[in-house]
């Protein structure tokens, strides 16, 4: 139900082709100093990086690098960060690349000007911001994380194996985005299939909750059913723009908040692909589509009607002369063979999972509430389990 | 096709029973001096009004009213307002009402310190805002015309015979708008299923234009079919939380501009609906009822994919063994027996149009591009003929 609850969501987005040119509108509202913030170097490849600085340049900006941004974000590089964004007085902090590029420059943005240990402060103890914020800008070569128009950040200790996301408030989301859907056509198609799963999981994380008769989830299957139209264009021609297009602005949508009203949720298959990740340093978008399937299963029963109505809506399921149970099951075994076509990694074993990390991938899955069912431990490892048979 | 554009919506949304107390957040924001907008006093009978004064004293404002908002706020009237505003020196502007109310005080906030006459300036000659805007804040009370949360305003000129509406930027849009469901149960039936077919209105002008796979038109079956859900409730039981909130939740994202991305749009119902609202002067809501079946099955046949998707998505209507035309034409059928279900109009003649307006209508009707048929006035004629036939 939509109770109560506030939308705020001040990012401004330039989407298109042409939306590079937003920077010149931007900019200018931003002091000379900028901390140009990216990963391991692809945009040099690609041509981005130079079209950035170009514009940089032009607009006057004194521009500070703060590359090799890796995957997983971890706290040293933040550290690292915090004194390059401090040392060279940043104005705006522009993030040219994925969600772990845009999620270690919010990072920086609230942890620059943070008095006391920013991963304790932020991170572990989950504080509100109360110190000076450095605005950030996001150009955006990737779409699944939806980090472009939230204020969502991930960051990883890995010497304390932690791997905490805070979610910000709106002072704290970008200024501003970038999204051209051509920047992702270069992208490798393990990392596009990953992203198309990892958009369709936060979905159905926010969807498989609550037995009301909510907005949100009506918005999300006509999401859901965009994405599944788009990605089987998509993965066959990466290069077809409507597809991308579709697909980059369903992944902002898909985390924006905005279909998150009213809606409870447990984000388990996040809480087990996490675990699995940490076991194996598996994709993140592959860890969620190889426990989907058996978590999706495991939990039926306890919200079949929402299931059933999933099949007829989603997936075309026609309920003539079928059990509720039957339905169900069959819209799951549509999205399975959807899953099988676009390449998708379905068995945990091909992620380097072990019988012997069972007990460790156990220990390590945050249990939360919210969805239709509280796992047990004996969940987890079945599911885990099931997923190395399929 | 969602090519390019630029997207921004910093409106901050307060929702639900308790969204009222979101005033304790936003009005310290702000100076002193508060203008109170409102309509003919229904917020003095409904308790709305004690509420909302009672909270401006705690927090120490200033109260300057402005009353007695029409349904259609006249030019003479924005003068007025506008001299309130400077007088009172007023920092914040606080719309108390519906769509008429919100779309005044928008005005007013643009209007108040421009140094040439803003009729002239912001309706007839669509000019950009270059002056002080008075920030604006709404506590909406009833559903329908998405005004709290985009740049809209709608003015008329009852000497000139013009109402015009200027869809403003986002430095015109409400900085906060306070949304409680509960406030809308008062609302007369009549008005009730006005705004319900407003918004519907709202969804399908955008809806039915293009040939392309853009995620707005599935976004928008959604928000279609919760809408003819939750209305088919709410005509029956209108303090029915859940459907009043999603009710209420449909309007804003209806026009907000989020489904309208990637859409061409000719808004030619509303055009047609509002010619004849100036002859008759009858509810905007039951101008858009009584033209759109006869409308949508003229323009069937130029945009036929479409409107057999419709008829399959949003009304479940079986494809089986029907041959295109069929289908489509199912659609509209049941979505006439849904809009006769909730007791709108669909004869115009019942809204007052007699056989010898028809030719004032037609010159009343402004002809737009952007959807399947560009209209003749033959066209215009034909279409209320036939809902005065109906």
Redesign the interface.
């Known amino acids: 139900?939509?109770?109560?609850?506030?939308?705020?969501?001040?990012t401004?987005?330039?989407?298109?082709?042409?939306?590079l040119k937003?920077l010149y509108e931007e900019l200018p509202k931003y002091g000379k100093n900028v901390l140009l913030v990216y990963g391991g170097g692809s945009i040099k490849k690609n041509g981005i990086y130079d079209k950035v600085m170009s514009i940089l340049e032009e607009c006057g900006k004194a521009v500070t690098e703060d590359s090799g941004v890796m995957p997983n974000p971890t706290v040293q590089k933040l550290y690292e960060g915090c004194k390059l964004a401090r040392d060279s007085k940043a104005d705006l902090i522009l993030a040219v690349g994925g969600g772990s590029v845009c999620d270690y420059s919010k990072a920086v943005s609230v942890s620059a000007y943070c008095d006391t240990d920013p991963w304790e402060k932020y991170y572990l103890k989950m504080e509100d911001v109360d110190n000076r914020i450095i605005p950030v800008g996001c150009v955006l070569t990737m779409a699944g994380t939806g980090s472009e128009m939230n204020g969502g950040s991930v960051i990883t200790n890995p010497e304390q194996k932690l791997k905490i996301g805070h979610v910000f408030g709106?002072n704290v989301m970008p200024k501003f985005s970038i999204l051209n859907?051509v920047y992702t056509y270069t992208l490798p198609k393990k990392q596009m299939i990953a992203g198309l799963f990892d958009i369709m999981s936060h979905i159905l994380e926010q969807y498989f909750s609550g037995t009301?008769?909510?907005?949100s989830?009506?918005?999300?299957?006509?999401?859901l059913?965009?994405l599944i139209?788009?990605s089987e264009?998509a993965v066959n021609n990466p290069t077809d723009?409507?597809?991308r297009?579709?697909i980059m602005?369903?992944a902002t949508?898909a985390l924006n908040t905005?279909v998150a009203?009213g809606k409870t949720t447990d984000w388990e298959v996040h809480m087990i692909g996490q675990a699995i990740g940490a076991h194996t340093d598996a994709t993140h978008g592959m860890t969620l589509s190889a426990v989907s399937i058996p978590y999706y299963r495991h939990i039926m029963p306890y919200g079949l009607e929402k299931f059933k109505r999933y099949a007829i809506n989603v997936w075309n399921v026609s309920p003539d002369g079928k059990s509720d149970e039957e339905i169900a099951s069959e819209g799951l075994t549509k999205m399975e063979e959807y899953m099988r076509r676009l390449g998708l990694v379905m068995n945990a074993s091909e992620l380097g999972v072990t019988p012997d990390m069972l007990e460790g991938i156990a220990d390590s899955t945050l249990i939360m509430t919210g969805g239709y069912k509280i796992l047990s431990r004996e969940d987890v490892i079945a599911i885990v389990k099931e997923s190395m048979n399929q």
Chains 1, 2 share one sequence.
């Open positions: 139900m939509l109770g109560n609850f506030v939308y705020s969501n001040p401004k987005i330039y989407f298109g082709e042409d939306s937003g709106d859907p009301d008769d909510n907005t989830d009506y918005v999300m299957e006509g999401l059913k965009s139209h788009s264009v723009y409507e597809a297009s579709n602005w369903i949508w905005f009203k």
